[in-house]
């Protein structure tokens, strides 16, 4: 684990997952790993202001909260801020179905905003979902809602799966 910081919110801290380690475990062991504490998440994560909560098999949640730091220059989030989030809910989702072994990546994603995310929306919640796991490929879907459940964007992926030794550092 490289780069390990805490993250305010949660106590989770960000780094890298050793692949050697991904390769013994397993997605599903190295997601509810993160969930834990005792392995790092993605540095992003910290930069934008969301953790995960919540990890079953086919399944993930991000909650987080959006602040000024991530407004766009007519007052409302990012794009960029709801797009990281909700890949990340849906690229973490397959790896929840991942084997020892087994590498992933994204291929392509799509994002559909239903409507301005304005900064006092408070705590976001996104929801990825295995939609179909193959061989080699995998799909998802994602919401991400705010706290009364409003619908704020929605999106789908689609994974390649590989060995992991195909993935070099």
């Known amino acids: 684990m490289t780069e390990e910081t805490n993250h305010r919110a949660t106590g989770q801290f960000t780094g890298v997952v050793p692949l050697d380690l991904v390769a013994r475990e397993g997605g599903l062991s190295v997601m509810q790993g993160i969930l834990d504490g005792r392995l790092p998440g993605a540095a992003m994560a910290k930069t934008l202001n969301f953790w995960l909560t919540a990890v079953e098999e086919g399944r993930i949640v991000f909650s987080g909260t959006p602040t000024a730091d991530h407004l766009n220059p007519l007052g409302t989030i990012h794009g960029g801020w709801a797009a990281t989030i909700m890949d990340s809910a849906l690229a973490c989702a397959v790896m929840t179905l991942l084997a020892p072994g087994e590498g992933y990546t994204t291929v392509e994603f799509k994002l559909n905003l239903t409507r301005p995310i304005m900064p006092d929306r408070g705590e976001l919640a996104c929801e990825?979902?295995?939609?179909?796991?193959?061989?080699?490929?995998?799909?998802?879907?994602?919401?991400?809602?705010?706290?009364?459940?409003?619908?704020?964007?929605?999106?789908?992926?689609?994974?390649?799966?590989?060995?992991?030794?195909?993935?070099?550092?």
């Open 128 to 169: 990825g979902r295995v939609v179909h796991r193959g061989k080699t490929i995998a799909t998802s879907e994602a919401y991400l809602r705010d706290g009364a459940g409003k619908l704020l964007a929605h999106g789908t992926e689609t994974c390649a799966i590989f060995p992991i030794g195909n993935l070099k550092r």
